[in-house]
């Protein structure tokens, strides 16, 4: 074949040109440290790229989320962490105000203490995240949840639960509403509470309170009533269901329930059984105080007021178990975002290594390239330089 | 004698034109085009004697120019192919560039979109977070407007650069012409001697000619030659030329049409090959694409979007209002139509959307609908009329005016609507995060029962925000406002109003529960978490998914496009150097052959000169013999 002196020149030029357009890839992929310079060097992998970005994307944002809820679940179990403390005080100020060594002005101030604690719950439970939003306001958190009307609380928030994403279809819930912490306990033992008759004369108080068969229980009013040294147990249609000798500390059982009482009845005394109902946690401290002030300096009136107490230890009781049950429920969700933390952490790595293996550079094997390539271009010009100095005119 | 001076002579003559030959093929080296060229030597005839016949000498028969006809079409078509190529590829690797570059493309506010939904889902009521969402979604909208700008630019400049190349192409086929009529009195003068340099000044031509749009030749009996281009219609016939035009389409669309000669009826679509078929190939297959994909994108995260904000709830109280300007379809009127008709093209089931332009028809009587990509008919639903739109393809159609049998508009749903996107709301308030009820179970409920936040099943519903009772009469049965029994299965919700009510737990007689609008100032997030969540939720149907998906589709395939084109154009660099090599080792002037041919030619030169003086000195002996 023949070659023309033109062709020689210029595929020798076009050939350089080619090595140096190689090398400009090569020393910007070095420069960027970068595999691919746009999508069309690798679509597949560039599209590959893009869906785990996206896909860390992501993952940042569910890392974000799990951080806030951690934040705030932290709060709520700290602020519950509170109110259990607030509710074991007033236990051991309920029972020291039992004894019977107290004298009223020593009452009076173990009372004032507990009102103290009843505002210290209210003031928790209107506790804000630093930020101006209520913890326990539900999704209604612009404004203090509660207001105290001197006998119960009244909610203003709502009772929606805030979720935050954490995973694909991972939410979870970064508090709970106020109305359901606070205002949700029943009192008494939670199926029937007993309340002494103001009128009652004798010494007579509770002193347990219990159901032996709940499915007994029809939620009925009752009436306990002493007469002569015998009980009547009557419905709320003044049906008498049960009746018998009172015998002091010995159980009376009827439709259910199981009640013992201390001390001697006077004739007339009784008592009331009724369904439980919803009370809120300071309604519940403002009633102990109250007990707590009332006089005791006769029998009677401390037949009532341990009544009130037996029944307010009770609610004390289910009352710190409800806010420990919130408490425990903070504490697992927050156990659980710290484990998606970690699984998210996990992912992201994972994510990252697959991205920098589809597009970093192998640096090693971009240097040897670069080598290579420059080592064929100077070949190749080196070759041009002699090449074109060969012509038979030089001969003639 | 006579007969040793003439030879001597003619080897004189014939050898000095061999070495102009020569030396015009040095001269030539390096032009372009140029054709190497040979004087044929032959031998003049003999004369006849007694013995035998006796040589009379040489002759220069012709000077040849070595070329192959063959090579010389494959030079023009590869010329066709290599220009297609070099267009298509340029614009497909802009487009490419344009799409996947980190800083230009639109990864990062598709990103900053989402995790700034996700912050305003963290702190729902902080306006820092809400004025941040606002602030990436317009980062996202600005993008988007200038990516569409870039596409249109270059769409632009596909139009400037056709009108340049129809301008090049008849200046071309204008000279062929002058050339053709040249050649054909030059073939007639000397006797069928060809004009070497106009010849190959006039493959020259045709190779440029080639590299600008896809040409056939068929040579004539004169030495002219006819072109035409690949459908066929004739460019240069003998010494006659005809020019292209562009004039704007039927549409007006903004983009030209090129037509042929003095008719208006264009030819665009049946031209194709060299720069002038790259072009109209980077219109179909880069621009196109591209900014229906684009489009496509745009619209699906406004309207998604949008509906996804109306089943919200924002600071002030109100229910979502539009999140983007709703996106709107463009319908352009033929020019050629005869009646007032107007169209208007909304979205219905955006998913459903193509990326094709469409075609809409009316015959008359009614009304039909054509995927221009594939040009298979649309089904359509509907009358045009307001209120009961033309329904196809994920396209509402409104048309106002009276249309004529024969009316065609050209439908664009996508191709400018990312041009058009803005965010609809400034204030940071508006942003609808909370949902925009809330459900509340009475404190005295007795039963388990708790109720979660309702889901919204028809943001549209009139009745939406007003306030329900749901009172349990029995652990099954329920009233609602205290009125009607209905039946209570649990873990199926209570549907009321345009909502849906999950109840967990087992409700107990007498229990109630609210469900009311949740006022301003709320504090929920289950609106701002489902629009962070529209980033992994399939919004486009025939699997082309999430608006992220779809946007790593558009970049894949503008990348892919490339890819190819840069491969295919590397390809028919490969095949035209080859084609090139070709042509020079037949046609390529080699200097070093050349110097041999010089020294060959000239030794033959001294020689016959020798023969000269021979014969002189035979001559010098004779007279002397003579006189002496």
Known sequence: MRVSTALLHQSAINRMQSQQLSLLRVQTQLATQQKYLSAADAPADWAAGMGIEDLLAQTERFQANAATAQHRLALEENALGEGIDILSRARVLAIQANSGSQSDSSRATIAQELRGLRDAMLAMANRDDGQGRYIFAGTDDGNAPFTWNGASLSYGGDQQVRELQIGNARSIADGDAGSEVFQRVRNGNGTYQVSASAGNTGGISLKT?????????????YTVSFSGGNYEVRDSASVVVDSGAYTDGAAIRARGFELTFSNSPADGDSFTLQPSQQQDVVALLDKLANIVASPQGSA????????????????????????LSFQTSAGIRLGNVEDTVDTLDAASIDAQSTLSGLRDLDIAEAATRLQQELLALQAAQSAYVKVQGLSLFNYL | MADLLSIGVSGLL????????????????????????????????????????????????????????????????????????????????RV?????????????????????????????????????????????ATRMRETQSQLDQMDGEVDTRLRMTVEEINNLTQSIADLNGEIAFNYGQFSGQPPNDLLDRRDQLLQELSS????????????????????????????????????????????????????????????????????????????DPARAELGRLAVGIAESFNAQHAEGMDLYGDLGGDFFVPPQGVALAATANGGSASVSVGYGDFSQLGDGDYELRYDGASWSLRDLRTGSAVALTGTGAPGDPLVGDGLELTISGSASAGDRFLVRPTALAAGDIQVSISDPSR???????????????????TASTPTIDDAANVDLLDAVDITFTGPNTYQINGSGSFTFTPGTPISVNGWSLNLTGTPAAGDSFTVSAAGANNGDNTNAQALAGLSSQS????????ALQAHAGLVASAGLRAQQAGMRLDAQAAISAQTIAERESQSGVNLDEEAADLIRLQQAYQAAARVVQVADTIFQTLIRAAGG
């Open chain 1, 209 to 221: 309170a219990t159901v032996y068969d709940a499915s007994q229980y029809d939620g009925d009013t």
């Open chain 1, 300 to 323: 009677s009136q401390r037949g009532i007021a341990q009544t009130g107490i037996q029944q307010a230890l009770t609610e004390l009781d289910r009352a710190e178990v409800h806010l």
């Open chain 2, 14 to 93: 014939a050898y000095r034109r061999a070495l102009d030959t020569t030396s015009n093929n040095i001269a030539n080296a390096n032009t372009p085009g140029y054709t190497r060229q040979r004087a044929e030597l032959v031998s003049t005839p003999g004369i006849g004697a007694g013995f035998g016949f006796i040589g009379t000498g040489v002759e220069v028969a012709t000077i040849r120019r070595l070329t192959d006809g063959i090579v010389n079409t494959r030079l023009q078509s590869d010329a066709s192919s290599y220009s297609r190529l070099e267009v298509f590829s340029g614009f497909a690797s």
């Open chain 2, 96 to 140: 490419d560039s344009l799409l996947s570059d980190p800083a230009a493309g639109l990864s990062q506010p598709l990103k900053g979109l989402y995790d700034a939904a996700n912050t305003v889902a963290q702190n729902p009521t902080s306006l820092a977070a809400r004025q941040a969402f606002i602030g990436t979604s317009e980062t996202l």
């Open chain 2, 212 to 287: 600008r749009v896809g040409v056939f030749t068929v040579a004539q009996e004169d030495g002219s030659i006819n072109v035409f281009t690949g459908s066929g219609q004739s460019l240069v016939i003998g010494q006659q030329s005809t020019d292209l035009g562009v004039a704007p389409d039927a549409y007006n669309s903004g983009r030209l049409d090129i037509v042929y000669g003095t008719s208006s009826a264009p030819i665009t679509a049946q031209l194709s090959g060299g720069a002038l078929g790259g072009l109209i190939d980077v219109r179909r297959e880069v621009i």
């Open chain 2, 431 to 449: 942003v609808a995060a909370a949902s925009p009820l809330r459900a509340a179970a009475n404190v005295a409920n007795s039963g388990s029962a």
């Open chain 2, 539 to 546: 919004i486009f149907g025939g699997g082309r998914g999430s």
